[in-house]
């Protein structure tokens, strides 16, 4: 079967039940924030953080996806608070970081999971289409780290920040826009991590490799099929994967970990053909090459 013939992403009744690592209660007391909490990984990612205990805030631009997540997550027993914002602007996330504290007394963790891209050649892709993945992907990244950390630190609390990138270590080939923001982040992660350890807060990263979500759609047929090649392992992973390795880096299990880079990839960092708008022509094995050489 491959990856077209497969559901898009986990059902809710599959993130509800699947079975997890961690004892019940771990996040209990505690607050997280997730953005981009209302599909995909963040919804998976909230979910399990609810199932472990916590209180949970989710963000994003789509008031009623949204409010329809929070309904699922207060399903499992979760108090969740839904906030309807763009990560782009400053402002909205300085409100966003007033209201999570003014509504639940504290942040302990946050989780910036919002962003976007699109397949295009480099070449073709418009300044609009460049600044608006540069604007979310890194801009709005860094507006949440930095609002969180200085409620932190002017609350004198401890704080952990987990950013999900991508794997950019060869480079990302048809999505250089966002090749270019998540390797930002990860640098940027890395500087503040030693910034901000006086302040007792971690900044960490965990890159998804190709990871089965409703997101898969949004990839020509072409792009799709190359996703269970990008990896020696052949398959893509699932936001279970993901959700398991944010919770394991936010929670006591991870309280020596900081300035790290977790890839979560089936060893995509290391070999797999990936091309997100399907592979150019130039790129096809011409077999007649080795074969004149063998002879």
């Not at 910034?195 to 997101?215: F, K, Q, S």
Request: glycine share 10%.
């Amino acid at each position: 079967m491959n990856t077209s013939d497969k559901p898009a992403d986990m059902s809710d009744a599959d993130i509800a039940k699947h079975a997890t690592v961690f004892r019940d209660g771990i996040f209990r007391d505690q607050v997280v924030l997730v953005s981009g909490g209302g599909t995909g990984l963040g919804k998976a990612t909230a979910a399990l953080f609810v199932r472990l205990g916590a209180t949970v805030a989710i963000c994003g631009r789509n008031a009623e996806r949204l409010e329809q997540a929070a309904e699922f997550l207060r399903g499992l027993g979760g108090k969740v608070s839904t906030h309807a914002m763009t990560i782009r602007d400053p402002d909205q996330v300085a409100a966003l970081m007033d209201e999570v504290w003014s509504e639940h007394g504290r942040l302990d963790v946050l989780v910036n999971n919002a962003g976007g891209q699109f397949a295009q050649p480099a070449i073709d892709i418009k300044p609009k289409g460049w600044n608006a993945v540069i604007d979310t992907n890194l801009n709005g990244t860094w507006y949440m780290m930095q609002n969180a950390a200085r409620h932190w630190r002017d609350h004198g609390q401890p704080g952990s920040i987990i950013n999900v990138v991508a794997v950019i270590w060869r480079g990302l080939p048809q999505v250089a826009h966002t090749c270019a923001s998540r390797a930002g982040v990860i640098f940027l992660s890395k500087t503040v991590a030693v910034e901000w350890a006086p302040l007792n807060i971690r900044v960490n990263c965990v890159a998804p490799g190709t990871i089965r979500t409703e997101a898969f759609n949004y990839y020509p047929e072409t792009g799709r099929a190359s996703f269970d090649q990008a990896n020696p392992m052949l398959h893509a992973g699932d936001s279970w994967d993901i959700a398991e390795a944010i919770v394991y880096v936010a929670s006591q299990a991870g309280k020596f970990i900081t300035g790290e880079v977790l890839n979560v990839d089936g060893g995509q960092q290391c070999w797999g053909d990936l091309w997100f708008a399907g592979r150019p022509p130039y790129f096809e094995l011409d077999y007649s090459v080795s074969r004149q050489g063998a002879a």
